[in-house]
């Protein structure tokens, strides 16, 4: 397995509709997806597209909001109720042989693999094995680069 591009850092955030207008009239972001739901996950999201330093496709933001209380951004929410940082999500060529490895590595995988907010296989890796900071590895999308 190899580390892949760092696709997108997660915040959680109590409302997608205000974190919208910060990034877009504070911030100065100009790409911004149409929210949507994925109630499979319990969550809404959307993108904010950030430039590269060259023009090119940077780093996205990726804003979640819990669709219910079920959901498990809402016990991160009940502790942090302005929202935060949530994940950091890279990409790597083949999800499957990367929970292999990181198993073998002593990582705690948690759960199976299943599809994310980009249409790919994603699977989280525990914080306690990540230096504290929950890591989502995402299967890179066919059709990037």
Do not use: W
């Not at 911004?32 to 590269?52: N, R, S």
């Not at 990181?102 to 890796?125: C, D, N, Q, W, Y």
């Amino acid at each position: 397995m190899k580390l892949g591009r760092l696709n997108h850092i997660g915040v959680a955030t109590p409302s997608i509709a205000d974190s919208v207008a910060y990034y877009r009239d504070t911030m100065g972001a100009t790409r911004i997806g149409e929210p949507f739901d994925l109630p499979e996950q319990g969550v809404k999201v959307c993108f904010v597209d950030t430039p590269g330093h060259d023009g090119t496709e940077g780093t996205q933001i990726e804003l979640i909001e819990p669709l219910n209380e079920e959901s498990p951004i809402h016990n991160f929410i009940e502790k942090n109720p302005k929202g935060g940082q949530h994940h950091v999500c890279f990409e790597v060529a083949d999800i499957h042989e990367a929970v292999e490895v990181m198993k073998s590595r002593g990582a705690t995988v948690l759960g199976e693999p299943r599809i994310g907010a980009h249409g790919t296989p994603i699977v989280f890796v525990h914080p306690r094995n990540t230096n504290g900071v929950l890591v989502e590895l995402m299967e890179t999308p066919k059709d990037h680069p």
